[in-house]
């Protein structure tokens, strides 16, 4: 599996941001105001992955009172990683695309608790996207200092004939 690419993910986070704009054009004035309870949920996800990261990474490096990790967890947290981070992006895009609606509505009240309500979803997005990937990087198997980098020298050719 490969890292997590911050380009990829800021492709979503616009496309998402642009598709949430166009969408609330048309579909606004309808809607209920933006409700805030995602903000702790998305922070609290962001502290415990962020202290998975953390703890996992002292596992795998062998730290003194830390016990192994065993490789399906942590294929597991790569795993959830990887899929906080993409979801962490929508939503950043998406609160992006509120931020960027909202901004010249802002005269009125509903608009402008919208607009804060989506700011600090945005906020909160990037705290997630942002452990998700220190979660994702604490996965890696540090380099051993004691190996070369030279690579292994090929394996013996067979006496044999092949065809």
Avoid: N
Wanted: glycine share 6%; hydrophobic share 50%.
């Amino acid at each position: 599996m490969r890292p997590t690419r911050p380009l990829a993910l800021l492709l979503i986070g616009v496309v998402c941001a642009v598709i949430a704009w166009a969408v609330l054009k048309g579909v606004y004035a309808d809607l209920p105001p933006l409700s805030w309870t995602g903000v702790p949920a998305l922070l609290i996800a962001a502290a415990i992955e962020a202290w998975s990261g953390r703890d996992l990474k002292a596992r795998i490096s062998g730290r003194e009172g830390y016990k192994p990790a065993p490789p399906l967890f942590v294929a597991r947290l790569v795993v959830l990683a990887k899929a906080s981070a993409y979801a962490a992006a929508v939503l950043a895009g998406a609160s992006l695309g509120f931020v960027v609606f909202l901004l010249r509505l802002l005269q009125d009240p509903t608009p402008r608790a919208d607009m804060l309500t989506a700011g600090v979803t945005f906020g909160s997005s990037l705290a997630l996207l942002a452990a998700a990937l220190y979660l994702e990087h604490s996965c890696r198997v540090p380099k051993d200092p004691d190996r070369d980098d030279e690579p292994a020298p090929p394996p013996p050719s067979s006496p044999f004939p092949s065809h």
